[in-house]
């Protein structure tokens, strides 16, 4: 018997301020549309407005063509409500410059709290090299769609723009 029921992928999720999360969200049907750079730059655009609303700290992230990968770290808000808002501000947002409605986010979210022993450089950097491991790309500085604390002001190459 399956642990999680109606599409929800954790009941009794614990949001703990300053707790630092890898949050991972689906595009529905795994429908590639982040392949488009603009459209990914909405996802973006929403982690930016929690992190200038104090809801979270982005650490670093990646928006693939699929799907999404998030380390932060919690402050003002819970991780349901923070995912709640970054999913529907943009698919507002995508749906609108895309003149299209309907769901565009899979249901749910999977999260997974780091513990302080670990290493957050070695996540992030885990989480960045995905673009490389997926065959995206040679290089990780050739993906525009990702950022990291540990790189703030880094520019890749001159044609690859930082939000």
């Not at 990914?40 to 655009?45: E, I, L, S």
């Not at 989480?127 to 997926?134: F, G, H, S």
Request: proline fraction near 4%; hydrophobic fraction near 40%; aromatic fraction near 10%.
């Amino acid at each position: 018997m399956p642990l999680y029921k109606n599409c929800r992928l954790r009941t009794g999720r614990f949001s703990q301020r300053g707790g630092i999360y890898l949050l991972t969200a689906v595009v529905k049907h795994r429908t590639p549309l982040f392949r488009d750079f603009e459209l990914g730059r909405c996802v973006v655009r929403e982690m930016m407005n929690a992190q200038r609303w104090n809801q979270a700290q982005s650490l670093a992230w990646v928006v693939m063509p699929d799907h999404l990968h998030w380390l932060m770290q919690l402050e003002d808000a819970s991780l349901e409500s923070l995912m709640r808002q970054v999913k529907s501000r943009s698919s507002k947002a995508i749906n609108e410059r895309c003149a299209r409605t309907g769901q565009l986010w899979q249901a749910g979210f999977h999260d997974r709290a780091l513990r302080q022993e670990e290493d957050l450089l070695a996540s992030a950097r885990y989480i960045v090299a995905n673009p490389l491991r997926a065959g995206l790309v040679k290089r990780v500085g050739d993906y525009p769609l990702w950022d990291a604390i540990w790189l703030q002001g880094y520019q890749a190459s001159s044609s690859t723009p930082r939000p």
